[in-house]
């Protein structure tokens, strides 16, 4: 586990909520590719279901941050990309089952028009940085 430093509410900003505004460390810098629901086939999981995707898509951030011998302990900054924002709250859900809710990382969410294909809700990037 790297030993990350975790600043919610910096001087002169209006403390964080749902997330950290600053999180640094030092080690190896590991970067995610945006995640979708789709299981290890391939295949959409949770079609038109906001939690059920949630779910998929932080199953599959959680395996992606094994392959690059890293944990949810590690991640630095998520970046949400939604299609409705009403999904962040099935987002949110799924995150605290997945991360400790009170070392979050730094985040944004941001609205798209569209996804690669329109039944998906989500995707969900992530940076780490692992201790060495």
């Known amino acids: 586990m790297s030993r990350l430093t975790h600043i919610s509410a910096p001087e002169g900003v209006a403390p964080a909520t ?8 030092t080690g190896r810098f590991v970067a995610i590719s945006g995640q979708l629901a789709l299981d290890e086939d391939g295949k959409l999981v949770g079609e038109g279901d906001a939690a059920a995707q949630a779910h998929q898509v932080f199953e599959n951030l959680r395996r992606c941050l094994t392959a690059a011998g890293a944990t949810f302990d590690d991640v630095v900054k998520l ?3 939604v299609t ?3 999904h962040m709250r099935a987002i949110r859900g799924a995150r605290d089952a997945f991360l400790d809710p009170e070392r979050l990382p730094a985040s944004s969410a941001v609205q798209v028009g569209a996804l690669v294909a329109p039944e998906y809700l989500m995707e969900i990037e992530a940076f780490a940085v692992v201790a060495e």
């Open 18 to 25: 749902a997330y950290t505004h600053v999180v640094m460390g």
């Open 84 to 86: 409705d924002m009403a």
């Open 79 to 81: 970046t949400y990309f």
